[in-house]
């Protein structure tokens, strides 16, 4: 499916955010048998798939593959190293690496030390130029502490069935990371803060430390996904879908106060140029056209 853009306009009276339309997943979903609904709902979306299936059929009370841990393990993993080898660089003017294989990844992205820094290794790490200590140079000569930032909530499975501004992100499995708490206190939660929250995750994945079983609390499926965690939830009579919701961090993150809001209100003027890189390490998982006043 082609999704409907995110349009963002830079004025001098700030930024303008107009979200897509509803997809009307649950309108597709209707009236489907089980099985069925679960097999399309992945199609419908270009990334996540594993996820998005998983969250599925967990709802409805369908079967999940017996190492679904180990393949969302996977699916983040990737994700993670598109961006920080492919999108990112590019972004900023970089030159991209190829995917590594799972066995290389410790050296292609931390470079000669093949493990992540710690807090007092961080700035020399970046200066290094191994791995993919460049792009994250360049993220933190960009935005100065303080921009592009925005403190949000930690989620909890009461807020992440709802559409509320809320730091549903990889931080949310690494919320006691010293080097991102480091991170916060340095430069506050702005880009640089939220790609590391990417980089403590991949590196997490890498190693198998994290333990990304979905879980089904009180009828709503919980997901773990590359962007944050899946909350979705399903009515089934005679076999066919009679109900279904579901909350992304996409959500969560255009939502009124949320992170993209605040961060476009905290980015300076004078670098309204940056908007798009910014953008892209919030990732709203959505084609964006950014206008600046005089297009808007």
Partial sequence: ????????????????????????????????RAEDAAALLPRLFNLCRVAQETGARMAL??????????????????????????????RLGLPPAPLPAPADVPGAVFGPAGRLPDPDGLKDWMASGGGVAPVFDAIA??????????????????????????????????????LLHTAERRFGRGPLWRALARLVDLDACARGALDLAPSHINGVAYVPAARGTYAVSARVTGGHIAAFTR???????????????????????????????????????LPVQIAEAADA
């Fill in 1 to 32: 499916m082609t999704l409907a853009a995110l349009h963002i306009a830079l004025t001098p009276d700030g930024a303008r955010i107009t979200p897509p339309a509803a997809l009307g997943v649950e309108a597709m979903l209707l009236g489907r």
């Fill in 61 to 90: 009370d369908l079967p999940v593959p017996a190492d679904t841990a180990q393949a969302l393990t996977r699916e983040i993993l990737r994700e993670h190293l598109i961006r920080v080898c492919v999108l990112w660089p590019r």
């Fill in 141 to 178: 000569r960009a935005f100065g502490p303080g921009e592009a930032v925005a403190d949000l909530p930690a989620p909890t499975p009461e807020t992440l069935c709802r559409g509320v501004a809320q730091e549903n992100t990889p931080w949310n499995r690494h919320r006691d990371s010293a």
């Fill in 247 to 285: 909350h992304t961090p996409t959500d969560q993150l255009l939502a009124p106060g949320g992170a993209l809001e605040q961060s476009l209100a905290t980015l300076p003027p004078a670098k309204t140029h940056l908007a798009p890189l910014m953008v892209d390490i919030l990732d709203p998982c």
